[in-house]
């Protein structure tokens, strides 16, 4: 059983341009959750997609946007590359309905650095 | 707002115990969780407590306090492979599963 699957893993941007990370989740899984890490810090929440909406959003600029399909993968769309986005973005996907425990399943992300 | 304060580094030797304390401040709260990442690697879920009390999973148990908003992560019989970052975390109370506040993180070096 394939665990949360995030791809590229490692990728070089410069200032100004666009990057599209992509993300597919645990087997059975519906929902996916974005993050970013950047480095000696906890994850920070982005945005939630569950049946191809966003759900929810956390305190990120519209320049951060995201897009799920109907196989419940999802893409992380960043426009405009600050430095500042350089980090380690992470994909999150969790049972249907979530589980008691609130566990989330992690990829191991995708290591944006913006030049 | 809500924040969760912890440790930022801790070093101990293999086969002690060690502790590791995380405070939270949160409007709303549905229980703390402790996620365990090593370097370069995705986190892992490693334990959650709604309810006061300590939760034992093998060689680690966590506990909780609601009532003084404060939890540990306890790693006993330390081994090698425990060097890694340790993350409380607690949803969001504006949010759904899946929308979690991490602390920082605590650094657990382990020494021979």
């Known amino acids: 059983d394939a665990g949360v699957t995030q791809s590229p893993t490692h990728l070089i941007k410069t200032r100004g341009q666009q990057v599209t990370l992509r993300c597919s989740p645990k087997?059975?899984?519906?929902?996916v959750s974005w993050y970013q890490q950047a480095l000696g810090q906890g994850p920070q929440f982005i945005f939630q997609?569950?049946?191809?909406?966003?759900?929810q959003r956390g305190n990120f600029p519209d320049r951060f946007s995201g897009h799920q399909f109907p196989n419940y993968s999802s893409e992380l769309n960043v426009n405009a590359l600050l430095l500042g986005d350089s980090a380690l973005y992470l994909c999150a996907s969790s049972l249907p309905g979530g589980s008691s425990a609130g566990e989330l399943f992690f990829g191991e992300g995708s290591r944006l650095t913006v030049l | 707002g809500q924040s969760l304060e912890q440790p930022s580094e801790v070093t101990a030797v293999e086969g002690a115990i060690v502790q590791i304390n995380c405070t939270y401040q949160?409007?709303?709260?549905?229980?703390l969780s402790w996620y365990q990442q090593h370097d370069g690697g995705a986190p892992t879920f490693l334990s959650y407590n709604a309810l006061d009390g300590l939760e034992e999973t093998g060689r680690f148990s966590s506990f909780l306090s609601r009532s003084d908003s404060y939890g540990y992560l306890l790693l006993q019989e330390l081994q090698m492979k425990d060097s890694a970052s340790y993350f409380c975390?607690?949803?969001?109370?504006?949010?759904?599963?899946?929308?979690?506040?991490f602390g920082k993180g605590t650094k657990l070096s382990v020494k021979p």
């Open positions: 997609y569950y049946e191809e909406e966003e759900r």
């Open positions: 087997s059975g899984h519906d929902t």
């Open positions: 975390a607690v949803r969001d109370p504006q949010g759904s599963q899946g929308n979690l506040i």
């Open positions: 949160t409007s709303g709260f549905y229980g």
